[in-house]
């Protein structure tokens, strides 16, 4: 199918990161909510430092997933070879950006554009935990009623229970058994 053959490309790129994006935020609210993704989803939990490079902390089946409903669409609909390096660029320095240490305040615009100051809360052990989970467009949030924008700036991040510290052990660690506590949520 060549449905977007000839599209231009930065029309492609608009229209494949508000769609992915929305994704992105049912499935990351989903993460939350359910106690197989969380498994999955936890590794990207687990630092107790968050900075730029914390978006590319994530369980591989996790990532397997993302990847696949971001890319796919592009591939199915022909679009052309450079809409997905230019989108997964896009998503990787929006990734850094939401994750990094940056002060920034962006005022009204954070109701919008996702940023480091609403996102950063979501990697709170606090009440933060379980809100702002847009990646680019924290609209998202504000639409759905899980935005969440303190005064204070959260100085605590990280899961509340163990995790392992290797690749390989926090691969396996996601298959646990549930009969067990150690689960964070």
Do not use: C
């Not at 935020?25 to 989803?41: G, I, P, V």
């Not at 660029?89 to 962006?106: D, E, F, P, Q, R």
């Not at 009440?127 to 924008?149: E, H, P, Q, S, V």
Request: proline share 4%.
């Amino acid at each position: 199918m060549q449905l977007f053959a000839d599209v231009p490309v930065w029309l492609q790129l608009v229209f494949f990161t508000i769609t992915h994006d929305i994704y992105i935020y049912w499935m990351h609210r989903w993460q939350h909510s359910n106690k197989y993704l969380w498994r999955l989803h936890e590794a990207h939990h687990s630092p107790k430092k968050v900075d730029w490079l914390s978006g590319s902390r994530s369980h591989a089946f996790e990532i397997l997933i993302n990847q696949t409903v971001e890319f796919l669409p592009i591939v199915l609909l022909g679009s052309p070879p450079e809409v997905i390096a230019y989108k997964g660029v896009i998503s990787a320095l929006w990734g850094m950006y939401i994750h990094s240490n940056l002060g920034i305040k962006t005022g009204w615009l954070q109701k919008i554009f996702n940023g480091p100051e609403m996102h950063r809360i979501h990697h709170t052990t606090g009440k933060g935990r379980n809100r702002n989970f847009a990646t680019k467009f924290a609209m998202w949030d504000w639409i759905f009623g899980t935005g969440f924008l303190p005064e204070e700036r959260v100085s605590e991040y990280g899961l509340k229970t163990f995790f392992p510290d290797n690749f390989f052990s926090q691969f396996i660690f996601a298959f646990r058994s549930f009969k067990k506590r150690g689960s964070s949520y």
